[in-house]
């Protein structure tokens, strides 16, 4: 279960969250990661040294080191104390112009460095209007993962139509394209297609958690709104 902080809170805001919100998770049996801004990672990493809550970044570049104005290595993310990347999120790719290709070296650069990547896919509503989900989301698969058969790869389905509007997408239409997404890596991994983790990501909240949970390809979710929220260690908690 991940949480998706995007640009919000500040170092001292950090702190605060997780002073009130560590006490109430119980990570038993359940891998828990969040995943602040750049600058409150150290904040978040301390604050969760002792507990089994996980720190990720929201993007990496792919390169060393060098002139690259703005951006943070991996290399930097692990000296920091992170253990989690998300890469490819659909924000970075409508506002960053992040490609499948981009995606692909990040991605590799990631496992290469020891980070658990998490690649993030998934189609607009007029694609899926259209029809195209299936299309879309295997293209964006196969571009943003080739070359690359990894047990630790993490992919997250997030429907854009899904993100941050409140709709949710039913367990029955996250469900389905995770599936897919199972039998795309598959083809992809092999035999890793079955140990690579799947979540679903769109507007999930602690009363929709227990049913996308439910599903046989959901292996957990990717959380931004209720993240940021009290809602979260309900979503974390759920039974
Ligand atoms: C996200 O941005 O990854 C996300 C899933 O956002 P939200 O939960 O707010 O829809």
């Given at each position: 279960i991940a949480g998706n902080w995007k640009m919000n809170k500040t170092c001292q805001q950090t702190r605060q969250y997780f002073e009130e919100m560590l006490p109430g998770i119980d990570c038993e049996g359940r891998d828990v990661v969040i995943c602040p801004t750049y600058l409150s990672l150290k904040d978040a990493v301390e604050a969760t040294a002792k507990t089994n809550v996980k720190i990720g970044a929201q993007n990496m570049h792919y390169?060393?080191?060098?002139?690259?104005?703005?951006e943070v290595s991996a290399e930097m993310l692990k000296e920091a104390g992170v253990q989690f990347v998300i890469i490819g999120h659909s924000e970075r790719r409508t506002?960053?112009?992040?490609t499948n290709e981009s995606v692909n070296k990040k991605v590799k650069k990631a496992l290469l460095s020891e980070l658990t990547p998490i690649v993030c896919v998934g189609e607009n509503l007029d694609q899926r209007q259209k029809g195209e989900t299936f299309d879309f989301v295997r293209e964006q698969i196969e571009k943003s993962l080739e070359g690359i058969n990894d047990e630790r790869l993490v992919v997250a389905y997030e429907p854009i139509w899904a993100i941050g509007t409140g709709v949710t997408a039913t367990s029955e239409q996250a469900e389905e394209v995770c599936e897919f997404i199972r039998g795309v890596l598959g083809e992809k991994c092999k035999e890793n297609s079955e140990k690579i983790r799947i979540l679903y990501g769109g507007s999930v909240n602690a009363s929709n958690i227990k049913e996308l949970m439910s599903?046989?390809?959901?292996d957990g979710v990717l959380v931004g709104g209720?993240?940021?929220?009290?809602?979260f260690v309900k979503i974390v908690n759920y039974e």
């Amino acid at each position: 279960i991940a949480g998706n902080w995007k640009m919000n809170k500040t170092c001292q805001q950090t702190r605060q969250y997780f002073e009130e919100m560590l006490p109430g998770i119980d990570c038993e049996g359940r891998d828990v990661v969040i995943c602040p801004t750049y600058l409150s990672l150290k904040d978040a990493v301390e604050a969760t040294a002792k507990t089994n809550v996980k720190i990720g970044a929201q993007n990496m570049h792919y390169e060393e080191s060098g002139a690259f104005t703005g951006e943070v290595s991996a290399e930097m993310l692990k000296e920091a104390g992170v253990q989690f990347v998300i890469i490819g999120h659909s924000e970075r790719r409508t506002y960053y112009a992040e490609t499948n290709e981009s995606v692909n070296k990040k991605v590799k650069k990631a496992l290469l460095s020891e980070l658990t990547p998490i690649v993030c896919v998934g189609e607009n509503l007029d694609q899926r209007q259209k029809g195209e989900t299936f299309d879309f989301v295997r293209e964006q698969i196969e571009k943003s993962l080739e070359g690359i058969n990894d047990e630790r790869l993490v992919v997250a389905y997030e429907p854009i139509w899904a993100i941050g509007t409140g709709v949710t997408a039913t367990s029955e239409q996250a469900e389905e394209v995770c599936e897919f997404i199972r039998g795309v890596l598959g083809e992809k991994c092999k035999e890793n297609s079955e140990k690579i983790r799947i979540l679903y990501g769109g507007s999930v909240n602690a009363s929709n958690i227990k049913e996308l949970m439910s599903c046989k390809d959901i292996d957990g979710v990717l959380v931004g709104g209720a993240s940021l929220k009290s809602d979260f260690v309900k979503i974390v908690n759920y039974e």
